[in-house]
């Protein structure tokens, strides 16, 4: 769907619904941007057209400090506002995914290889390739619930956490691990990765 919206006082579009998500993902358009698709009749914000309103209630991902300073307002006696979330962390979360998975991986193929399995059977396997990972995301979902954090996210600093903070309830980290499982890797299938 093609929209148009309103940024810096300037009419921007058409612009595709998926370059809309991007830029709300990387913080460049606010929930209150005006925009406007055919079929509605005034111009609305970006939280109350309902092909977006779910893009603002997404976890993000934030990184872990340990310091704050007593200007950002973010000290016990709080009177401004948190800190901004910064913006993405594309390599961090891409390394602590990459550790995630590789290191569920390589305590897999050790247990394989310790009961006597054949490593190689294994691997021409296409259904056991498709179900590798699935444990991996049963753990994720839990780890993500309880903790807001992976042993990668936590290595590099990462948290899942809402945008006020607080872990994500089970059913929400369920479906962020199902979609990273299906869209992101192809459940692990190298063709489906590619798509």
Known sequence: MDLWIIQNGEKIGPIHDFDIRKKIE??????STPAWHEGLTAW????EISLFEREFDRPIEVAVTSEVSADDGGGPGRVGPPPLVASAFLV??????WLDLYTFAGVWWFLLWAVGRDIGA????????????????????????RFGTTPGKWLLGLKVV???????????????SARVLSIGLGFGWGPLNLI
């Open 26 to 31: 990387q913080g460049e358009l606010p929930s």
């Open 44 to 47: 609305k914000p970006l939280i």
């Open 92 to 97: 961090r979360r891409f390394w602590a995914r």
């Open 122 to 145: 294994t691997l021409n396997n296409p259904w056991s390739m498709l179900f590798l990972y699935v444990p991996w995301f049963v753990l994720e979902c839990f780890l993500l619930h």
């Open 162 to 176: 809402n945008h006020d903070g607080s872990f994500l309830s089970l059913a929400d980290a369920t479906r962020r």
